[in-house]
């Protein structure tokens, strides 16, 4: 009998997340972050991808959209010093929300511990051993040191994670030799801000909105929010940057004349933060009873998708190790973890990659192709394919059993109507159970999951199958109008029946 069933390790995000998932999957989480109160130093200001999809089916996307703080931003995004303009789209194939980590974070909190998650912050893990039977943290408390064992252990540590050292797990990959800057500034009486954003400065005189390449660095310019200028400079740094040192107005204003030569004048900060940009993968996301979510698990070299992939991760993982744990896992559930994240983390490489190839260079045939990438994504298809991959909703899982061209994607938010009244796919999974939805009265086909998944009768129009096996992290298990056979083949594999 161990302490708890699994061990957290860090409180960001992807372990406030799995902490959630977990209790609504019914197992005891113990969460344990190193910092006694939340991380201060700003990070993520925005949210987007697929998470957001997930967070709706949970029933907790109108609390995110209340933490929003600045308008959501325009339907266009940067895509490594390219412009992606999604404006022309009705449904924009890539959502976001402008919405400050620190917030994100203090809501999952309440979420995780609402549904009963405990959460020790000040307490470090220092080591980490496993047998056959279970894992053992060794935890750096304000009380002293003390050992917790649990069945599994999940480092959702940081980029920097303790547990992937421990647990001997590699994570190749390059850190570019470059630093970040990013201000949000008021906009000082010595500025002047034309129609089209470009700025009017005493000492460079005008400097156009977007971004601007100099010999020393690139200097971007642009505004989220009115009267708030968003400036950012990257500049060549083979040094580790700390993030617990907090960016001041003058750092980012040395490094500007740096780039630019010269002043801007920058009014009081709203937001000052500075990062480094990696492109690592753990080798593996799992070693026996210990696994890896998150930022310990993958670094991306581009801003916005990286807390889409780390959350997405987790709501991945929990319902497959609390089956594990409840001791209702068929052979190999928790394999598919890495199976199926660590190559939908390899694909968001590849974008995240894709953009350092079209931002850092500064030549002649750097600009020539950007130029005709940028022509390309005048394409609506090429726009909508390029969004889909950075949000992550071409993720296509192998479904054993189906071949049905839902089988493996994440369900779209059908409206439903039933006996008990109109209802939705999101509603269905807001307990994250699976689900399996009739959508045609199959009686024979709702059979065979009885007693493993919930199962549902409903009508929806247009209806895309007769019957959907939905997972608890809303991918399409199986989808079908028959094939009895291949319904119970999904049914075991994912269920164990
Ligand atoms: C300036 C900046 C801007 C960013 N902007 C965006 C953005 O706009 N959108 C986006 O999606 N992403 C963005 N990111 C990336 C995003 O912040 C990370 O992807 C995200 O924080 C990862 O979440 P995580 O929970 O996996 O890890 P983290 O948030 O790093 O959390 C790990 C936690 O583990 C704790 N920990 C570490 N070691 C131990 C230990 N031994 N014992 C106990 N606890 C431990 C740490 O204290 C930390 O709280 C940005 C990052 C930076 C730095």
Redesign the pocket.
Known sequence: MTDVDVII?????????LAAELRLAGVRPLV????PE??K?????????QILDLLHYRGLLDRVRALVTDPVPADRFPFGGVHVDLTRFEEPPLKALSVR?QLL?GLLEEHATGLGAELRRG????GVSQDDESVTAE?RGPDGTYEVTAQYLVG????????RSMAGIGFPGTTYPEV?R?GQVSIPDRLTVHDNGDIETPELGRIKAGFTRTGTGVFALGSLTPGILFIQTTEDDPGEID?DVPMTLTELGDSIRRVLGGDVPLGDPVRL????FSARQAERYREGRILL?????H??PS?????????S?SVNLAWKLAAEIQGRAPAGLLDTYHAERHAAGARALLQSRAQVALRRGHDEAAEALRAVFQELLDDEQAARRLASHVAGTDTRYPMPGSTHALAGTFVPDLALETDQGATSVAELLRDARPVLLDLADRPELREPAEGLVDVRTAKAEDRPADVLLIRPDGYIAWAGDGDTEGLREALAAWFGA
Not at 123 to 126: D, F, I, R, S
Not at 293 to 297: F, I, K, Q, R, V
Not at 303 to 311: C, D, H, R, S, W
Request: proline share 5%.
């Open positions: 390790v860090g409180a960001g995000p992807t372990g406030l997340m344990l972050e190193r910092r939340r991380g130093t700003p990070k993520a200001h925005g949210l987007s991808g980590q974070e307490h470090e893990v220092v935890v959702c540590d940081g980029g920097r994670s303790p547990v970040n990013i993030d933060s500075r990062y480094q979510a998150g930022d310990a698990a670094l991306l801003t916005g998708t990286a807390i889409n992939v780390g959350m991760d």
